[in-house]
């Protein structure tokens, strides 16, 4: 007993020995942990909450899509799936649930049959893998489509699994592409997320980019949800907004096409074209030329040639000097001067064919495109120094602000008067294809600029609400609406007459105006040598245009005898037509017809009052008489510009005269009275006169005010 009891002392105090310490020791440390709360500096209570919750879910939202202005859509997501070899299932082999190695050789055989890789290279790296717990396939193994993951689950392939990712596509392919961009994926922090990289789809990414949301939800042990509140476990998804845009996809379908034909004909270096609606601003199609399918993305110029490129516009830029002048009221369309050549200081302008065309009207040196009207009408009219106030008024000395990425400012040095100069008829400056556009858009209206713009409105992609609208936004009124008007009427012979150098624009149903432009390309300080850039900046109808376009070509791949009429009318008349048409503007078919008959006016200046009646009914005019002058001293229409059997020849005498009664008179006809004795024209209606602020007989002078009523025939 002794014995037994000594064993069970030693027992005891052996017990007591070794493991009193071992529980004082965590006595001590819970003790610790309790007061404390940390261990290795890191905050306990802090780690368990953040274990506790640890079990985190991801709620998916989507990107906001695009769409044109009549809800088209244009950029959208669709979903796409990685497709995922699963070799082991926590660390083995499961039958049926993983691919066996001896399942290899005809899963790769099924594999590609669908995806974009050869039979031998899929066994090679399924077999490099076979220790791995999974594999995927790359790049071919990425995007696949609804279908081609339904093709590959029919295989019933064991081990093979997809992954979900987002996707953007472009279902009109190469559609509008430098102005809506792309999105490709992003890899963030193990999220695979659409990023905008060009155009629109990186300029508006904040707003299209959606907001991920996430629950959190508290795990026992075994790693099982527990009940919790939602208010705290759970961040809603936030879908990107959507976003509207100001273009019309079947206007802008068609100017693609016609853009491909152009590039394809004749390989230009750069070219854009932009129709714009002048009243909003809106730009209704945009295309560049090289352009790119953004689902391919084979890119070879990231920039928008409409707004990242500025360039010598050539005589384009004559229409804002006109525009100048007359405002200023220093333009006579009669007044007569000598072309050919103009020289200021030591410096000789030529005008294009060197030699001019003698002496003629100002209004002729607009339809001819010359350099020395123009420098004319710079220099000795306005002044250079009020040539600069409208350049800066016309905003060509700044940004427009259009809503796209990229844009340029201007480059001038006006420090140099005779660069000034050079500038009125469209060398020495460069701007950029937007900035003429938006300055034209006052010619085409009441002389109030609009701001182009290409987003419509930004709207919540749940709930329809709209976030933002692009209202239209005057920049400046450059010119008054008269002067705007009679900017119009001025450059009509530019298309419409045999003189003008862009009658090749001209359109059977619509009465287009405009001015073409050529001009040299300037690299290091130097002209190179028989390279130009074309453009020509056209509108239409000419009474109340309802659209802009503008066109420029860069460095076409064509012989001397091509010009950028030629290169670029084509696409101008066919484009504009149809856009017009689309706009619901009715066709002017019944002045159109008449002008196909059309002849050339001679000159009646200086000729008596019989002998200008009697010589111009032989030419089968009907001559009205204007004053008690005894010789003609202007006409309208002038020496050289078209007119029909039985059109009236408008014969001035002297400074005043008596109101004919304008009953049935055009419109077309009216102008010409108003511009030849620079009357305030004020006019209601279309179509032909039915009544006439100023009666019949009753005396007129120049600066008069007249008002008409137009009513367009019933028939």
Partial sequence: MNSLQQSKKRVAWVAIVCFTPLFLFFVGWFFYLSVFQTYKGENMLAFAEEERWKAVSTLKAERGEIFDRFGQPIAINIPSYRVVAVLKLGGERVEGKTLMPEEFPEAARELASVIPMTEADI???????????????????????????????????????FVEEPKRYYPNKVFASSVIGYAQKIDQNGRIELVGELGIEKS????????????????????????????????????????????????????????????????????????????????????????????????????????????????????????????????????????????????????????????????????????????????????????????????????????????????????????VLITAWGQSTAVTPMQILQATSAIATDGTMKQPHVIKKVVNRETGETIRTTNPKVVGQPITAEAAQKTREALDGVVNSDLGTGQL?????????GKTGTAQIAENGKYLSGQYIHSFVGMAPEEDPE?????????????????????????????????????????????????????????????????????????????????????????????????????????????????????????????????????????????FVTSQSIGKDKPVKTGATLKVKLQSPSN
């Fill in 123 to 161: 066994l090679k790296r399924l077999e490099q893998n076979v220790d791995r717990g999974q594999i995927e396939f790359g790049v071919p193994g990425r995007d696949l489509t609804v279908e081609q993951k339904e093709e590959l689950e029919a295989f019933e392939i064991p081990g093979i699994t």
């Fill in 547 to 687: 659209l802009v376009m503008y066109i420029a070509v860069d460095r076409p791949n064509s012989d001397s005898s091509t010009t950028g009429p030629r290169i670029m009318a084509p696409l101008f008349k066919d484009v504009m037509d149809v856009a017009l048409r689309y706009r619901s503007v009715e066709p002017e078919k019944q002045e159109k017809a008449v002008e196909a008959s059309a002849k050339t006016t001679a000159s009646y200046i200086d000729l008596s009052r019989k002998e200008a009646v009697d010589t111009s009914r032989a030419a089968a005019f009907a001559p009205v008489l204007l004053g008690s002058g005894g010789s003609v001293t202007a006409q309208s229409p002038v020496e050289g510009q078209s007119y029909v059997t039985g059109e009236r020849l408008l014969l001035k005498t002297d400074d005043t005269f008596a109101m004919p009664n304008l009953s049935g008179w055009s419109l077309r006809d009216v102008k010409r009275l108003a511009t030849l004795y620079q009357l305030n024209l004020e006019i209601d209606g279309t179509g």
């Fill in 505 to 513: 624009y001209a359109l059977e149903n619509y009465r287009v105006i």
């Fill in 204 to 419: 508006l990414n904040d707003i299209l980019s959606e907001s991920y949301g996430l629950t959190r939800f508290e795990k026992d042990l075994a790693g099982r949800p527990l009940i919790a509140s939602d208010e705290q476990l759970r961040i809603e998804p936030e879908d990107g907004a959507d976003v509207q845009l100001t273009i019309d996809h079947r206007i802008q379908q068609l100017l693609d096409t016609k853009m491909d034909e152009l590039y394809k004909e004749y390989a230009p270096k750069n070219a854009t074209a932009i129709i714009m609606d002048p009243k909003t601003g809106e730009i209704v199609a945009l295309s560049d030329r090289p352009s790119f399918d953004p689902n391919t993305r084979e890119i070879t110029s990231y920039s928008n040639f409409s707004v990242s490129s500025r360039f010598e516009p050539g005589s384009t830029m004559k229409i804002f000097t006109l525009a100048a002048a007359i405002n200023e009221g220093v333009f006579d369309p009669n007044e007569l001067y000598k072309s050919g050549s103009y020289t200021y200081g030591r410096t000789t302008f030529n005008d294009y064919n060197i030699t001019g065309w003698g002496t003629i009207p100002m209004v002729e040196g607009v339809w001819h495109s010359s350099n020395v009207a123009f420098s004319i009408m710079a220099n000795e009219r306005l002044g250079l120094g009020r040539y600069e106030d409208y350049f800066n008024a016309f905003k060509f000395d700044q940004r427009t602000g259009v809503d796209l990425p990229g844009e340029v400012n201007s480059q001038y040095d006006f420090d140099s008067p005779l660069n």
